[in-house]
């Protein structure tokens, strides 16, 4: 087999008197590095509250807020938390959004190894989730068929327990 060289060429160089300007995006946007060894929790609290208004899932999902969380993580994070995933965020306390983060940092460097994502850590290897794609199946704690739903002027759903995650008292179901 003959060799293979591969030139990569950037159709949008960067901007070389913008340090973080990679083809255009602009890096600086983007909150806090969830997985960085200086993680600044504090930050990502404070951007996460920016917009009060917008429900956790949505706002967990934000890269400008808390740059690395993707869906799997999010559904995973609520439902280990125990947080309805339509929740305002100005309905939350700060004490909450920590843990939410925390966790979520905590489910991710735990994965860094390559394998499949895992977040269900049984002596069973097949049960990799709690939540996520888990359509119609047990929630794992209490037996209750896990539903999904969509979120305003989002292209993800967020799988939840109806019974684990409950409605908080109060809130409005803004489906």
């Known amino acids: 087999m003959l060799p293979v060289k591969c030139i990569m060429h950037d159709p949008l160089p960067a901007d070389p008197s913008r340090p973080f300007d990679i083809g255009g995006a602009v890096l600086s946007a983007l909150g806090p590095d969830i997985?960085?060894?200086?993680?600044?929790m504090e930050a990502a609290i404070a951007r996460l509250r920016r917009d009060p208004e917008r429900d956790v899932a949505t706002a967990l999902l934000d890269q400008r807020s808390v740059s690395g969380i993707g869906n799997v993580f999010k559904c995973e994070t609520l439902f280990l938390e125990r947080v309805w995933p339509w929740a305002r965020v100005a309905?939350?306390?700060?004490d909450t959004l920590r843990r939410l983060v925390g966790r979520a940092r905590a489910l991710m460097r735990r994965?860094?190894?390559?394998?499949?994502?895992?977040?269900?850590?049984?002596?069973?290897?097949?049960e990799l989730m709690w939540v996520d794609e888990r359509t119609g199946r047990p929630c794992r704690v209490c037996g209750t068929p896990i539903v999904w739903g969509w979120h305003p002027d989002e292209v993800r759903k967020s799988w939840y327990c109806p019974s684990c995650q409950s409605v908080p008292a109060g809130a409005v179901v803004r489906r």
Do not use: I, K
Request: proline content about 8%; glycine content about 4%; overall charge negative.
């Open 111 to 126: 994965n860094l190894d390559g394998r499949p994502r895992r977040t269900h850590f049984s002596l069973d290897p097949r």
């Open 91 to 94: 309905d939350l306390d700060d």
């Open 35 to 40: 997985l960085a060894d200086d993680f600044d």
